[in-house]
């Protein structure tokens, strides 16, 4: 039998917690039965939502007496020691948990996350890493704002910790590596970015291939897998490709329904639309990576929902299973 | 009777030229009697192609034996006098035509009128302004590309220059400006944006109303209707989100013609696809506008069709009208 691989999990974050925490779990372990779950919070209330499918020796509660809130300072969150999060960061880095998860308040998440891990040597600054549907499937873009201002060292770091990551949950596919720029030829951009593209250029790294530069509208064209920028650019971007898909597809729906043709019709194809709904389902592409330090961290995203929750704990169990962590370290050496 | 426009208009540029540009021209005059089209390039090829529908006295020929190539580098198209892009430019800096419009070489054409025109008083540095579709309409975004290192000097003037535009184009409306940031919290960001934000929230512009800061994906959500923001970002922000919505509308094209009954009553509802077609359409917001020199320029998509042109043109119209220049003037004073 497979070693069980132990997730701990901050179930005070984000909208509808706990609830939505444990039914996550609950949803989860259908799927996974190879998962221990350590759930820090508070207790009474955990245990007023914890369903009863849930086999209780696939988890334990360790009640804290404090939660971040949402509204709270990076920094004033980190001052308390018994909050959910910041015992269950604690229980990754006294090795009692393999990977940790929150979908709480995300600068307190990552600041608890920095003061209580290491960074892996050679590595000198985080990147948030998230999964992008594409055309032939799911990409990887990092830095979606974890590290605002980046050298060309930290750019071909970010390289480095994508591939392994894609590596890691997609073992039969091969990274290829592109810099998110503003043209695809050598001279456009930044001079920290024409730097990065030299040192990949040159210094070719056997674990990935590299692709140069794309821009913004190559991002979902499949043709990469690890999209690299800096935290600034790649939050821009996350969220324009956000707003975007918000607007069209609110734009469809009031276009479709627009009179009872566009309705009748609308509910004619509607297997087909919830095919296309599906697709698109931010849910599937839940939980982004914090990547640079010692331990897997998890964020998953505090708007979403059981499901999105449940697909958070998947990925976690797919980092440990890919050994992410070691394959970091072999890529850097 | 109002003083006749003059546009310079480069035909040689863009996919299938000159002919796009004179149909372009011609759809445009038929809606708009009250401009003359001074056209620049191969006299013959133009001939062969100009529709008759187009009054003879509506526009004049100016033969040109050079044209700026697609793949051209700026500095090589640049080394042409006899050109229909430098021609064109230099059109406008002899006060012969209002405005100058190019469907060809973004660069070569930046380049040209940079070195042929004269900056506005105060302004440091161009940006290049892109219409957005929104919620509620249009709005603005700029820098999409043309400066990729930015002061915050650069980004006030940015906001000056991009509300004047907004007021020209839709006289009824008033400007709310925005800077395209990573959160909406004071602390977030790179220094330039926080020193811009002091700037713009002490010294308040009586032409605009400054909003703060905004995300990615509130770009299109029509409370501010002015986003400024380095060219990099702004690139990268535009060229995601048309790769955002290719994705989306070829996926929905996908799954909604996924089988006979989806093809059925996709047909059944084309009326409304189509609108949505519409309201989506890029030939709809084509044209974006090189801001800072002394006179407009005008760059209109190389890809987009006649159409696009015609609406390019529009925009030179609305822009002579409104008093763009002038605007600019009054509102850095």
Redesign the interface.
């Known amino acids: 039998m497979l070693k069980k691989i132990t997730i701990a999990v901050d179930a005070m974050g984000g909208d509808n917690s706990p609830e939505k925490i444990v039914k996550g779990i609950s949803l989860h372990s259908e799927e996974d039965q190879n998962v221990h779950y350590k759930i820090f919070g508070d207790l009474k209330k955990i245990k007023e939502v914890i369903p009863k499918s849930l086999t209780t020796n696939s988890y334990e509660i360790i009640h804290t007496n404090d939660e971040v809130k949402s509204t709270d300072s990076p920094l004033s969150a980190a001052r308390s020691k018994n909050s959910s999060m910041w015992l269950a960061v604690d229980s990754v880095q006294n090795k009692e948990s393999d990977i940790v998860i929150s979908a709480g308040n995300t600068g307190a998440f990552f600041v608890i996350a920095k003061l209580n891990l290491e960074m892996i040597e050679n590595i000198d600054k985080p990147a948030l890493a998230g999964l992008w549907?594409?055309?032939n499937g799911i990409n990887i873009v990092l830095d979606l704002?974890a590290s605002?201002?980046c050298s060309e060292k930290n750019l071909v770091d970010f390289g480095i910790m994508g591939s392994a990551l894609f590596k890691a949950l997609f073992p039969k596919e091969d990274p290829k590596v592109a810099i998110?720029n503003?043209g695809s030829e050598e001279i456009k951009?930044?001079e920290i970015i024409k730097n990065a593209f030299e040192i990949l250029n040159l210094n070719r790294n056997p674990n990935f291939k590299f692709n140069g530069y794309i821009?913004?509208?190559?991002?979902?064209?499949g043709l990469s897998n690890v999209i690299i920028?800096d935290?600034?650019?790649g939050?821009?971007?996350?969220?324009?490709?956000?707003?975007?898909?918000?607007?069209?597809?609110?734009?469809?729906k009031?276009?479709?329904?627009?009179?009872l043709?566009?309705k009748?019709?609308?509910i004619?194809?509607i297997?087909?639309?919830n095919?296309?709904k599906k697709?698109?389902d931010p849910r599937l592409y839940d939980g982004a990576i914090l990547l640079g330090l010692d331990s897997a961290v998890v964020k998953s995203h505090g708007s979403s929902d059981y499901i999105g929750f449940a697909n958070s704990l998947q990925l976690c169990t797919k980092i440990i299973s890919g050994n992410l962590i070691d394959k970091i370290k072999q890529s850097i050496d």
């Open positions: 549907p594409n055309k704002g605002i201002d998110l503003i951009g930044h821009e913004g509208n190559e991002i979902m064209d920028t935290g600034f650019t939050n821009v971007a996350l969220k324009t490709a956000e707003g975007t898909a918000n607007f069209i597809t609110s734009e469809l009031k276009a479709m329904t627009n009179n043709l566009g009748l019709s609308s004619l194809n297997n087909n639309l095919k296309f697709r698109l």
